[in-house]
Structure formats: structure tokens, C-alpha cells
């Protein structure tokens, strides 16, 4: 397996979705990329907000690009805000570094893609990531 696939992807969603739906989340946005930083699926849900779709690609797209999560990408643009600045212009804005983006894995560490959530609090996205990936039995990587 050398990319996500729509299968894993609408798994991943659902298990997103479901520990939103536990954990009492506001309306979520989940997009899954493959390892290319393409679109393979992207679900709104019912009151989700209007940029919501972009920020949870630029969430997955930004930790495809960069090769870590956008928590790390978080942290990178803290420790490092002109050099993250500059990156983002290079990427034409599309790098959203705030956590929510996580890096999906097999189980021999290959990377897969990236899901991006956003909706809620960063911290409460990232976790609905985790427990996506998690439910397709892939690993997570939110380093």
C-alpha cells in the first residue's frame, strides 16, 4: 500500500466524526489527502462553517508539504515565524499550522497522507484525527 484509499479515507472520516459526536465537538469539516497532497475525500458536516473546507485541507496539506503534523508546524511557526511566513508565501497561503493535521501511516512508518479537521478547538480536531486514523488501523503522526 503506498497511499491512502477512498475506503480507508471515508473509514477515517467516519471515526472522526463519531469521536466528535462523543466528545460533545461543534461541527466538523474532515478532509483526507493521499501522499500526493490530493483530495480524496472531504465531508462537512450540517452547520460547518463556510471556510471550514479550506482550513482542514490547508491543516492536511500543509503536514503533507512540510512532512509533519501541523502541530509541528505550530511549533515551527512560533520558534521560527519569518521562516514559516516565508514557506506559507511559497506555498501560496495554502499552509495552515495550527494543530488538526495529522500525518496517516502504515505500520512500517510509509506515509500514506494527512486528514485535517477543523471545526472546534484545534486540540479537540487533532484528537477526532487521531481516532480516525486510529479506527482504519493506521497510525497517526502528530509529531
Known amino acids: 500500500m503506498s497511499t491512502v484509499s477512498l475506503e480507508q479515507a471515508l473509514v477515517i472520516t467516519r471515526g472522526a466524526l463519531l469521536h466528535g459526536t462523543e466528545v460533545g465537538a461543534a461541527s466538523l469539516t474532515v478532509a483526507v489527502l493521499d501522499n500526493a497532497g490530493r483530495l480524496v475525500s472531504l465531508q462537512r458536516q450540517d452547520g460547518s462553517s463556510l471556510l471550514r473546507p479550506d482550513i482542514a485541507v490547508g491543516k492536511a496539506w500543509g503536514a503533507i ?8 508546524l505550530a511549533e515551527m511557526a512560533a520558534a521560527r515565524p519569518a521562516f ?20 496517516i501511516r502504515d ?3 510509509c506515509l500514506l ?13 487533532e484528537a477526532c484525527a487521531v481516532a480516525g ?11
Open 84 to 103: 514559516m511566513s516565508a514557506v506559507n508565501v511559497l506555498a501560496q497561503g495554502n499552509i495552515v499550522p495550527v494543530p488538526g493535521g495529522v500525518l
Open 65 to 72: 508539504a512540510l512532512g509533519r503534523s501541523s502541530r509541528g
Open 113 to 125: 497522507g494527512a486528514v485535517g479537521i477543523s471545526g472546534d478547538q484545534s486540540d479537540v480536531d
Open 133 to 143: 486514523i486510529r479506527l482504519a488501523e493506521l497510525v497517526a503522526d502528530c509529531g
Open 107 to 109: 505500520d512500517q512508518q
